[in-house]
């Protein structure tokens, strides 16, 4: 943004919006969203996205962004793992330490919106509802599933926390990891599996000519244990 001569701020751009502006997004071909022939589940239709986003060779498909509210009520956001997928009961499933930045915001707030994008085919999905902890057993075993390198990361710990070198992170992974040797069975003991029960999820197919397909499920029931979804397109 600049100054134009009448005082007002114009919009010029920068050398970055320049070359910003000349890689238009999703200009390739897209597949096409038959939104008459997508299940009366949003799971369903998810698992099903996330299917052929593994076949099409995208990069890291389960990774996404789950978005959260602090104490005073500021977003946050960071990019993490989809764990599963409850189709019928319309869950995610994720995990966070419970004294991370996350833990403690969905323990303040336990309500929280997951993003994700997969480039390749131009497809977004959003998921927002509220969020539990599953039962401890159920992060007990979703830990010791875990690669070993995730497992001692978690031991680790004290995540966001001010860090003086990566020497003294090396450090503390070594000693975790012979926590880890002495005891396999070993769980981290803040590892938690949260699950977000969808509320709203909405399917959005790219289009190169912007003419971008939108489905929006919203679940009815609420409070009532009946779970069932109505649909509803949305202008781009």
């Known amino acids: 943004m600049v100054a134009g001569d009448d005082g007002f701020d114009r919009y010029r751009p920068s050398a970055v919006g320049e070359m910003l502006r000349d890689r238009p997004p999703m200009a390739r071909e897209l597949p096409v969203f038959e939104t008459d022939l997508a299940p009366a589940e949003p799971g369903a239709l998810f698992v099903d996205w ?11 498909p389960q990774v996404m962004t789950l978005s959260t509210v602090d104490a005073d009520g500021v977003p946050d ?5 989809l764990r599963d997928v409850d189709a019928a009961e319309g869950a995610w499933l994720f995990a966070a330490e419970a004294d991370s930045p996350k833990g403690r915001q969905l323990a303040l707030s336990p309500m929280a919106a997951l993003s994700v994008y997969w480039p390749l085919l131009g497809r977004q999905v ?17 830990f010791r599933g875990r690669s070993p390198g995730a497992r ?25 990891q012979l926590l880890l040797d002495a005891d396999p069975e070993l769980v981290a003991a803040g590892h938690t599996v949260y699950v977000l029960r969808a509320a709203e999820v909405e399917f959005w197919q790219g289009d190169p000519s912007r003419r971008h397909v939108r489905l929006r499920y919203t679940r009815t029931g609420l409070g009532t244990g009946r779970i069932a979804w109505t649909s509803t397109l949305l202008w781009p």
């Open 152 to 176: 001692v990361a978690s031991l680790v710990g004290r995540q966001s926390e001010p860090l003086g070198s990566l020497a003294a992170y090396d450090l503390a992974a070594d000693e975790a």
């Open 50 to 60: 996330l299917v052929q986003a593994l076949e099409a060779g995208v990069l890291d």
């Open 126 to 142: 959003r998921v927002r509802g509220s969020v539990e902890a599953a039962p401890p057993a159920v992060s007990a075993e979703e």
């Open 77 to 81: 956001a960071r990019v993490l793992v």
